[in-house]
């Protein structure tokens, strides 16, 4: 039963790879990664074997425990990588036994992630026989398959027990968890620069924690050799015991999981939902009861037509159950609290000299309300770059989708326009909450109508580019219901990042009377004439964001069928 399944699981695979050109250069592209990692892996292990056993007992704990928790958490980022062999596939072909759950673990463990950590978890041997540690470089190649045995029965267990591949809410659910912590990995270092100085670091504290993951059960594996080689034989018994009986443990618990997965009723976090009966007159006097789909609509028809009001009510829903919006609004948020960490970390130098000695101190920025530096408002103009760039694709996340709008005959006017008004709807209130409370932190009211007249000029700018290059240069995105991590593969990331690279600059050179007029004020502090600048900033916003929408909204009525044709041609958009 094991070999049957590796065997189908890799013929599986490579069937897979014949057929999609892009999945065979994504499989050469991660395996020339891999190996590229483990060249330096393999130098940081022999280096590490020069030094005392407790350092590498420490470190070696802490890679096993980190291992464990990666099986874990990028399944779930990447949310259907890796479904060759899901236990509900097989339902059809097999009931559930324990030659089945084992043979699907092993088959789990024979995948290129399962390859590559295994490779890793021979290095604690070849950094124990560096240190001249036989006895412990030994034990580590025995407890290496209990380790590797831990990681995948783990992964697999978390990764189909929560139903990802039935659920698309719950995919989206976890594709918007995994984004926030691949954000907090990615800035760690930067907010521990921001939070302390990297001379005053404690590493003890570093340590200790690491000591701490050490003798976590997805750790004893690793460290369990190094307390033999510091002479505690009793604590590595104990350790490599617990390192055995743990994927033992979690035997069972996969074992339900398969059983639950091929016999179980089919689940799903999905729910329905019963629309609002809304009664409207009829041509007799009476009245007649329409499905009251999309409530925005209503309210925004009162202000627009009604094509652009129905465009706009969808993008609002977008905006709140789509999880590739989501992230975009969640990196709006990360960044105005990470450059608001970034002032107040901002450490000013006082020196004072008293005889011989002179001492030096650092004094932080106070950002207690009424004594904020001025400078927290230049959040608002970045914001407002930021907000108005992100319908600059917006097209392509409408994905196949699109036809729609070509069937019905929809005026391109109404879509860039329903567009912008739905994005509008959201973040011209959250441009002047945030110049609102940069006022109240800084106690500069007075500066309040520059900053907020600069952003509302940057703002409509960006608009107005959006709405033109998501006709003219769309990119490839996700496909609708995947997760928003996985990488794209049709070769456009250079062209994307050209793309925005460019647009920056067009941003800002046509925001250069508003940003122009932003500096002169501040450099002379003529707050007073900030409310010039803010009736300026509407006007000039407002006019460039109407002329991108008439642009973008002609070269829509001439490119349906070339935008549509482009979207049908990336990887997973012609099924969406």
Known sequence: MVATLVRLRWRITLNLLRNNIWAAIGLILGVATAVGALVPLVGGAV????????????????????????????????????????????????????????????????????????????????????????????LALVLAPAAL????????????????????????????????????????????????????????GLVRIA????????????????????????MAVLLAVGALAVPLALLPLWHRVVVRGMTGPARTRAHSRAYKDAREPDEAGGTRGTLDVL???????????????????????????????????????????????????????????????????????????????????????????????????????????????????????????????????????????????????????????????????????ALAWSSITSVLLPYETNPPGESPMKSRTSGTAFVAALLQTLGFFVVATVSAPVLVSLVVVVANKAWPWGWLLLAGGMLWGGGVAWGGVVLGGRQLDQRYVQVLATIRSWPGHDAA
């Open 211 to 234: 000591r701490l993951l050490g003798l976590m059960p997805l750790g004893w594996a690793l460290a369990a050799p190094g307390y033999l080689a510091q002479g505690k034989a009793a």
């Open 47 to 138: 280096a590490l074997g020069g030094t005392d056993a407790v350092t590498i007992t420490t470190v070696l704990g802490a890679v096993g425990a980190v291992l464990g928790i990666g099986w874990m958490v990028v399944p779930l980022l990447f949310t259907g990588a890796d479904a060759t062999l899901d236990p509900r596939a097989m339902a059809a072909w097999t009931a559930p036994s324990r030659a089945l759950t084992v043979g699907l673990a092993v088959a789990g463990a024979c995948g290129l992630p399962g390859i590559i950590t295994g490779l890793v978890l021979l290095l604690p041997a070849l950094t124990w026989a560096v240190a001249g540690q036989a006895g412990a470089a030994v």
């Open 295 to 461: 409530p925005w609509q209503r309210r925004l028809a009162r202000v627009s037509s009604g094509p652009t009001a129905a465009v706009a009510a969808r993008c609002l829903r977008y905006w709140r159950t789509d999880p590739r919006y989501l992230i975009q609004v969640a990196v709006i948020i990360m960044l105005s609290l990470l450059f608001t960490g970034m002032i107040a970390a901002n450490y000013d130098t006082m020196t004072s000299t008293s005889g011989d000695v002179t001492t030096v101190t650092f004094t932080g920025v106070d950002l207690t309300p009424g004594r904020a530096p001025g400078v927290l408002f230049i959040l608002g103009p970045i914001i407002a770059l930021l907000c108005g760039w992100m319908v600059h694709d917006d097209l392509a996340f409408d994905s196949t989708a699109l036809w729609i709008h070509m069937a019905a005959g929809l005026p391109g006017r109404s879509d860039r326009l329903g567009r912008v008004l739905a994005a509008v709807t959201w973040q011209l209130p959250l441009l002047t909450a945030l110049i609102l409370i940069a006022g109240w932190f800084t106690g500069n009211w007075a500066q309040a109508p520059t900053y907020l007249g600069a952003s509302l000029g940057v703002y409509g700018v």
């Open 149 to 204: 045995a831990t990681c995948v029965l783990l992964g697999r267990s978390v990764v189909v027990g929560a139903g990802l591949s039935s659920s698309r809410r719950g995919r989206e659910l976890l594709a918007v968890l995994g984004f926030f912590a691949v954000m907090a990995i990615a800035l760690l270092p930067s907010l521990l620069n921001i939070v302390l100085d990297m001379e005053r670091l404690d590493f003890g």
